[in-house]
């Protein structure tokens, strides 16, 4: 007993120093803390990969046909969770991270996998297991997980931002690393023009989402970025060209005039939630009129309450019949960390706050919800959830210390906020 009573003291003591690390001090710390400890646990020690969720075929809608198994690294997500990590000043998740990249030589002869085994391995073949009922008789259920061979343009810029942010955060860039790292903006240099899946995964069929492009420019502009502050090599007018030539065509076709928003893809007539995103990457910038637009449309168009879509399933083929799904959580703090960016504070307040009741008693969340009766959806508790709301909380605290100084007044405390990308 006395042993017992021991590692529960050491393991609360751990617990402890590492959330003492957590750099802020807004209105919402409890949920901020939750979240951190959150992805923490979503991290696989032995190798320093992170899960998009511990969970597998958890349905999208009760009854549906929308389960999935995230019980890998994706690259996307995994990015994304370091930059919530980094927007709280913890940087040493990154290390393991990025050392566990090396370990799946990415970018190699350009190979390149959207998602990998918590070990680094390569085999994640979706299978059905027709012999389960499924949560609720939730069917098909499904293990491994079929967006490996997709094409997602996007991955390229989540993962180069993230690497941006780890080496200004005082992480290594390596001769090795940067190799990869190169590799990849290249990749995104000859592929932007094409097609993919996106970051829904659309198993429909491959579209030109304006979304993948916006991230293909970040691939270029952080590894510019990258190789002017460290001194890295390479093809610097190819890359600069690249990166005009990427943001010229999303604003000249990503953008419609007629619904003041940009558009899911490319010439295209619909919104998608994702592009809430184009400010918070710097793609433009926050009050540049055309990010303000598509924030309002998206809110409009896609608000289902307090909650978000991804887009309208009667406007987007993704490829997946009779497939229902709830409100995605992610895009709804993605809509109040944009209100915040373009400085509508009190909206993204309201709704910021609206959300955290979507929480189970220990501030877990999932990765959708249903508006009507609150109950969790999806796999859970999910990363991409946790990690836009540490950015939401992050960036309403940043706009309120903006606000006051734009009054004269002080703000009392210290903020802890990481800087923008």
């Given amino acids: 007993m006395e042993r017992a009573l021991s590692l529960l003291r050491e393991t609360q003591a751990y617990w402890w120093r590492w959330i003492g690390k957590v750099r802020y001090t807004g209105a919402y710390p409890e949920a901020v803390w939750r979240s951190a400890l959150a992805l923490k646990l979503m991290i696989y020690a032995p190798t320093g990969a992170i899960v998009a969720a511990p969970t597998a075929s958890l349905p999208e809608a009760i009854g549906g046909r929308r389960n999935w198994d995230y019980r890998f690294t994706w690259l996307r997500d995994a990015s994304l969770t370091l930059f919530g990590l980094f927007q709280l ?28 085994r918590v070990d680094g391995g390569t085999r994640v073949a979706e299978e059905v297991l027709g012999h389960w009922s499924g949560y609720r ?47 990849v ?12 899946a996106s970051i829904w995964e659309s198993r429909g069929r491959e579209l030109h989402y304006t979304y993948s492009k916006v991230m293909c420019w970040v691939a270029v502009d952080r590894g510019l970025r990258l190789a002017e502050r460290f001194g890295l090599s390479c093809d610097r007018e190819r890359w600069e060209e690249a990166r005009r030539a990427i943001h010229r065509r999303v604003t000249a076709e990503g ?69 229902a799904e709830g409100g995605f959580l992610m895009c709804s703090f993605w809509l109040a960390d944009a209100l915040a960016h373009i400085g509508a504070l009190e909206q993204a ?20 919800a249903d508006g009507a009766t609150g109950e969790l959806l999806g796999n859970y508790p999910q990363a991409f959830t946790h990690l836009a709301l540490i950015g939401a909380a992050v960036n309403i605290e940043r706009a309120r210390h903006r606000l006051l100084g734009a009054r004269g007044l002080p703000a009392t405390g210290h903020s802890g906020l990481a800087p923008t990308t």
Avoid at 89 to 116: K, P, S
Avoid at 351 to 359: I, P, S
């Fill in 89 to 116: 000043g913890l940087h040493e998740e990154a290390d393991g991270f990025f050392g566990w990249l090396r370990t799946t030589g990415i970018g190699e002869g350009g190979r390149f996998q959207n998602l990998y």
């Fill in 255 to 323: 953008y419609s005039r007629r619904l003041r928003s940009f558009t899911q893809t490319l010439g295209g007539r619909t919104v998608d939630a994702a592009l809430l995103r184009a400010g918070q990457v710097r793609f433009l910038e926050d009050r540049d009129p055309r990010i303000v637009s598509t924030v309002r449309v998206v809110a409009r168009h896609l608000g289902q309450g307090v909650l978000v879509s991804r887009y309208r399933p009667e406007e987007t083929d993704d490829g997946i019949q009779h497939g």
């Fill in 349 to 368: 307040q309201r709704r910021f706050e609206r959300l955290l009741a979507f929480g189970s008693p220990l501030g877990l969340m999932a990765e959708e």
């Fill in 185 to 196: 903006v290249d990749m995104a240099i000859e592929c932007w023009q094409l097609p993919d």
């Fill in 137 to 183: 008789r939730s069917a098909p259920v499904r293990i491994g997980n079929g967006a490996v061979d997709q094409l997602q343009l996007d991955v390229y810029g989540e993962l180069l931002d993230s690497a941006y942010l780890y080496a200004r955060f005082g992480g290594e860039i390596s001769q090795t690393l940067w190799k990869e790292l190169h590799a």
